[in-house]
């Protein structure tokens, strides 16, 4: 048993490799940083409460969104580096106006 598990990690790990990185950059990280189907769905979980807090936010006239980028920051899986997250999720079209704001606070910083 194992082997066996070790010999899946393996092909997997030859899976990565093959990746198109530039298409799918969300589905390497979360790969090659072995997040688990529970990490992944808490970060989609905690996007989905940012945008909607994001929406009601803009509707109340604010321009940038740091408190929120904090939130996603601190729930961040402790391997996961923030910007590169940010950009893999927006290239793949995950969460695009909370990632593209998100950016931009970013950039101002």
């Not at 010999?7 to 950059?25: G, W």
């Amino acid at each position: 048993m194992e082997e066996r598990l070790e010999n899946l990690e393996f092909y997997v790990e030859l899976l990565i490799k093959q990746m198109d990185r530039t298409r799918y950059p969300w589905d390497n990280l979360i790969m090659l940083k072995k997040l688990s189907k529970k990490d992944v769905q808490n970060l989609y979980n905690l996007c989905e409460e940012l945008s909607k807090e994001m929406e009601k936010q803009k509707a109340e006239g604010f321009v940038t969104f740091s408190p929120l980028l904090n939130q996603f920051r601190q729930a961040l899986p402790k391997d996961l580096p923030l910007e590169n997250t940010i950009s893999a999720l927006r290239t793949q079209g995950y969460y695009v106006p909370l990632m593209d704001a998100f950016q931009r606070d970013i950039k101002k910083k």
